[in-house]
């Protein structure tokens, strides 16, 4: 193995890994900004939205925003709370959403009122909670061992139903749909 003595050929302001050009901040940046200084800035920018933001499918900009009401029955009790989320199909499969929301469970029910939702395709999925522990309880094989439910009250086959089964449209006019969770 032999070691180059000589200095990269590479600049000073970035440098190639992996194959990957990457930018190294200016050195007046890093010796004047601590790490950690510099590190909340970027999570400050990240967090106010500033990213990528996935649209909400909807049908036109200029169609007035519509309710949807949403009623949860089938409920086994009043512990805990139902934790729900409204998503489309380019996030149905993983966790994005949206909206969503941790609704009180009162008489065995629930009611989730989604306000200013443009008008497009979406999906409700959502479980009672009932450790209220913000997980959905499941056995070592997956099977959810808490009460759940999606919209059109469809059932999937060894896991979550599709999102064509559970899938629905809102249009200009408010949309009222019941749940049963099972």
């Not at 089964?165 to 949309?175: E, R």
Request: proline share 9%; charged share 20%; hydrophobic share 35%.
């Amino acid at each position: 193995m032999t070691i180059d003595p000589e200095p990269s050929a590479q600049s000073e302001d970035s440098l190639v890994a992996n194959g990957l050009l990457m930018l190294r901040p200016p050195r007046l940046l890093t010796r004047l900004i601590p790490c950690r200084v510099r590190f909340g800035l970027l999570l400050a920018v990240l967090l106010t939205g500033t990213g990528p933001v996935s649209p909400v499918h909807a049908q036109s900009s200029d169609a007035p925003a519509s309710p949807l009401i949403i009623h949860v029955d089938g409920l086994e009790s009043n512990k805990g709370s139902v934790r729900a989320e409204l998503t489309t199909d380019a996030h149905y499969d993983s966790d994005g959403n949206v909206r969503a929301a941790v609704l009180p469970i009162e008489d065995r029910e629930a009611h989730w009122t989604v306000d200013d939702l443009p008008p497009g395709t979406y999906a409700v999925r959502l479980y009672h909670d009932e450790d209220d522990d913000g997980e959905l309880d499941t056995n070592m094989f997956g099977v959810p061992q808490e009460p759940f439910g999606f919209s059109n009250n469809a059932r999937g086959n060894m896991g979550p139903p599709d999102f064509e089964d559970a899938a629905f449209t809102l249009g200009s006019d408010s949309l009222s749909m019941t749940i049963t969770a099972e």
